[in-house]
């Protein structure tokens, strides 16, 4: 195991302790609200934090790649988009710096060329497998296949799916032709078994996050709007990259905390923001 | 006498249907009637849409002067080369097509697709869904693909696509890889009899011309052309790796600073002949499908095919000497980027050199660019 | 052995005459609409500045920068970078990156021991970073480039100019002048800019020490001071003007030419 790796992981788990307790002493609700959302983070920081320390398996995945499969199969895994984004608050703004030497061409996506320096810059933990991301652009799957170039990244097995352009029956068929393989894929590398039974439980916990999260944008066309941009994208990140979040009662928990608040902001006429002056 | 003609009348040819939209074969085509198909990626099957009646056109935006048409749509942030061919069809410029087909192998190339279904464009309008993984079954899955589009072709001009026909189009689109396969291996000699810029025109107009008119042509050029004492007294022999390079012009801005353009791996180029259809299969969509998904040299949206496509380089570089490699891509492409990103480290384990040059899709900036092939040369020749 | 080279930029041309490896004469000249007139009167002023009465009296002359093939007089003509690697070779022996900010071009040049060309790097098409882009930002402040250079190294809290397009930086600074920030900050601000775009194209080459840095812009002290703080390094100083190191490699390949080819009056 790579210590600079370590110590930077636990660094950035740290910085989202701190956050998560200072927010938890404010008395405003969504200060609140991003209390419990990061501590939901750092939870799932730690899980990987674990299994570096006690040479456990764990995953580097990427969104849309099912992550309901890993909760039902409980594997530990993580995405490298959070410690790409996290590392300027350790770093500070030379993350940017550093960014810009990597010989990747600088039009290509921002995020795609941060998180090739999470692993340059050891923030991104090697996994024990890699389940590469193929949609929904084209820079992502090639990117996935770039992080054979990295020490470490080269040797692990790589699980991937093919998503189809087309949304009708014989494109869903064919995905999910794609995601049993990689479930069996998974089940032959962790040897952990995947339970129908449990995968069902967890699809109507992660359905009823996703229901909340139709009704949330649905209130958001309400005047004044009752949230600011972003907060959506949080609902985003439980239902589909928060590993402790993901398919669990406490994500589905954490999104009706935050519509709970919207709904108020709804009845009161509120406005979840403030023009800038 | 008699047979220099022939040759530089036939290059000249080739020359001149590189630098137009629409040549000489391909307006006599029209003139009786012919129809045509354009499309816009390497993995539409132009079998399929020959064997349908139709000559297959492989887009180009050869001519386009502004993109201020298509810019409604697009952003600057999107290929030139999309950017313009949207702003030619918007003006109309590409009235001669009965339809246009893409894929799915780029995001700015379903963009094109996204605003020609909208604005009903053409008649016919396809996309095809290349998968980006090689197995079984994705082959299937393309085949399924194939399918579909030639029900549609089917449906929308009212034919029957037999599958002799299909056949008969894959016999005559082999010759055509062939042949354009042995002119490209004359590069191999010391003294090649074509340069890379005439070996570039050649293959552009192997994908604008109807297929046994190039054939018949390219088959008098290969008779009438000696196998060596063409160029000499280059300084280097170069690779030209990259997407879709349509324009001969651009080699000639590399080889008029000396260098020979001995090789390339480029959409336009031989990618397209390297391999060939598989004849013998019952089925000619299931051999199609094959060739694209696993035969071919593949294009670095296929991304379990790294090793094949390093060793595929790696033969040209030793088949042809190769001395250096320009790595050329269009700005925003993220598939040549990231092909570049992953390709440099291994020439430089290799030792190989390389140049790498971003574009737009129109020339332009040669000042720079002859200052960079320049100075790349010079660092191949060694101490000065 | 009398050699000349001849450097024909965007904005200015330059020329080095060299008798037996000895610089006899240099010259700069702003540039005239046509390369062929800049050059003529770049050298005209350095044959002048030798006592060199005609072109008949060199024994070879190589071209180099944008206008190199339109360079009359000379008998060859070799790419800037590698006339750029060899002048700055020739008077810093241990040279190992070049940095050339010349009028519309960015370059870094890395060099192994030998001064061979190991690699080099471009800006694209693009004048963020260029000597035009400081030009265009000292008129927005209005200040001259010594001005500009003088108030960059007075600034205390340098001000951020996250725009790479000289246009839309520029419009970037005027909002910065109505919000009242100081002169002073905004050019820091400009040269940090300009920085980080050399930042980005040294790391493409790899920065290994002993870096210099040529061309018109080596002579903004401020710029350099900039440059040091964000690479960390301190960079080599000529003895001679950074201007005309790409005229002097020229000048010291023809010497060599002379020498490889025989050509009468090699030795």
Known sequence: ????????FIKLTHAKHMVSELLAQSPKRMDQFDSRYIAAMAESDERIIACMREGKPFLHSWYFNAPELYTAMDLDWYTCSFPAVFAVNVEGPSVFEETDKIPLDHDICTLQRLMLRSIEGDFAPVPTISVAGLTPCDGIGLFHEALKQYPGWRDIPVLE?????WEDEAALRYYGTEIRRMAKGLEGLTGKALDLDRLKQVLEESNKQYDMWVEYNDARRMKPCPHPSFSGDKIFNIAQSIPSTVGHSSGTELIRALLDDEMEMVRNKKAGWKMKK | ????????????????AAGRLVNDEMQEWLNRGGR???????????????????????????GSDSTELSDVYLTHLNCSFVRHSLNMALKGEYGFLDGVVTTTCCDHARRLFDNFARKESFPFIGMLNVPKRNTEFQVEWFYQELLKFKQAIEKQFHLTISKDRIKEAISIQNESRRLQKQLFLLRTDKNPPITGTEALAASVSATAMPASKFNALLKVLLKELPTSGGRKNYRARLLILGGILDNPQYIKLIEDQGALVAADSLC????????NVDENEEDPLKAIARYHIVDRPSCPHLLDAREKHIAFIMDLVDQFQIDGIIMERINFCDNWGFERFMLRNTLKEKGIPFLSMDREYLLGGTGQMKTRVQAFLETLEGDL | MIVAGCDIGSTAGKAVILKDNEILSCAIASCKPRPAETAEITMREAMAGAGVSSLNEFDWIIG?????????????NISEITCHGVGAKAVCHSVRTIIDIGGQDLKAIALGENGKILD????????????????????????TLEELSIASDRAKNAAT?????????????????????????????????IAGRIMTLVSKVGAREEICIVGGCAKNEGLIKTIEDRLKVKLARFSIDPQIIGALGAATLAARMVLKKNIPGGS
């Open chain 1, 1 to 8: 195991m790579n210590e600079k790796v370590l110590e930077n």
């Open chain 2, 268 to 275: 336009f180029g031989s990618r397209l002949f390297w391999e």
């Open chain 3, 161 to 193: 100019i996250s725009n790479q397009c000289s246009v839309f930086a520029e419009s970037e600074i005027i909002t910065l002048l109505n919000e009242g920030i100081e002169i002073d900050n905004i050019a820091k601000g400009v040269h940090n800019a």
């Open chain 1, 161 to 165: 799916m093919d998503p189809p352009y």
């Open chain 3, 64 to 76: 180099t920068g944008y206008g190199r093939c339109k360079i009359d007089f000379a008998n060859d």
């Open chain 3, 120 to 143: 080099f790097a471009m800006n694209d098409k693009c004048a963020a970073g260029t000597g035009k882009f400081i030009e265009n930002m000292a008129r927005s402040l209005e200040l």
């Open chain 2, 36 to 62: 045509i198909i354009g499309t816009y990626c390497s993995y539409v099957p132009e079998e399929i849409i020959a064997a349908a009646g139709f000559m297959p056109f492989r887009m180009r935006a050869v």
């Open chain 2, 1 to 16: 006498m008699r047979d220099t003609v022939d040759k530089d009348a036939i290059v000249n040819k080739f020359m001149t």
